[in-house]
């Protein structure tokens, strides 16, 4: 009986192998392979693209890019997610109304929503330009400039995805318990004290999570840069995971991409790693 539970664990660990597993060691194999549009096939090349990839100047910049991207639209999306759910949690006049529009952007295909911010953003057609002019302000080469592309990818992903934090926070400060502010009120806190007393230290859990959760996934993204900037002007938008696809999909590297997608993923599960415990050790424990 104690060996037969381990048959309803076989097929489980059956689809891990062929879901995760496989791939993973697939593509590990063909990082050391010359797999390109020429050769075709695992022929072996040991770490000859390992060494490309230390000595690809375009691949760190780009991964430094996405760095800077990941980081500052996720901080940025916890700020005004708070922002949103502290606005709707007390008794506000069509809360649930408020609610639901909050979560529109979310529910919308990021690929669609790109198409649409690439339209809005558009120097000429678009209508961000044109009312910028009316309110005095000037209207900006949002596609064609380096430093506002990289502005206008930031702002389609903070659009997209601070309904995500305003989500989860939303739900924490629902769960809060209400003697901590029964006592705050009693002591005579105000609304800031209040905030930073027990607001925030009571969802430092919920935010190291919404944290993570947004960092994993911004640091995969993709969908807007190709739709709205294709990477560019030039290599100004460029991230990592776009360039892996130019490498791998345009250019039909595949083992040199391989190596990359390698690399990435290392890179990514021990800066994510060294992050999280930072945030436990700051947030949580230190408002323990």
Do not use: C
């Amino acid at each position: 009986m104690y060996r037969q539970k381990y048959l309803f664990l076989l097929p489980g660990l059956i689809a891990l192998t062929a879901i995760i597993l496989f791939p993973l060691i697939f593509t590990i194999r063909v990082s050391f392979s010359g797999w390109d549009v020429y050769n075709p096939g695992l022929s072996w090349a040991g770490v000859k693209n390992y060494v490309r990839l230390f000595e690809d100047t375009r691949y760190w910049s780009a991964l430094s890019r996405l760095s800077l991207l990941a980081i500052a639209t996720v901080l940025i999306q916890y700020v005004l997610g708070f922002a949103l759910a502290l606005m709707v949690w007390k008794d506000v006049h069509a809360r649930r109304f408020f609610r639901v529009l909050f979560l529109v952007p979310m529910m919308t295909t990021p690929v669609i929503m790109s198409v649409i911010w690439r339209t809005i953003f558009h120097e000429s057609l678009g209508p961000l330009n044109p009312l910028l002019d009316a309110i005095g302000l000037g209207g900006q080469p949002w596609l064609s400039s380096p430093g506002w592309a990289f502005a206008a990818v930031m702002i389609v992903e903070i659009w997209q995805w601070t309904p995500f934090m305003f989500l989860l926070l939303l739900a924490g400060l629902l769960s809060l318990p209400s003697e901590p502010y029964l006592a705050a009120k009693i002591d005579g806190a105000g609304p800031v004290r209040t905030f930073f007393s027990v607001t925030f230290p009571g969802l430092a859990a919920i935010s190291v999570g919404a944290l993570l959760i947004r960092l994993i996934e911004a640091s995969k993204i993709l969908d807007t840069v190709y739709v709205l900037t294709s990477g560019g002007p030039g290599e100004a938008t460029e991230t990592a995971s776009y360039y892996i696809y130019i490498r791998g999909l345009r250019d039909f590297q595949i083992g040199y991409s391989a190596a990359l997608s390698i690399t990435y993923l290392v890179i990514m599960i021990v800066a994510l790693t060294i992050i999280a415990k930072l945030m436990v050790r700051f947030l949580v424990k230190g408002q323990s």
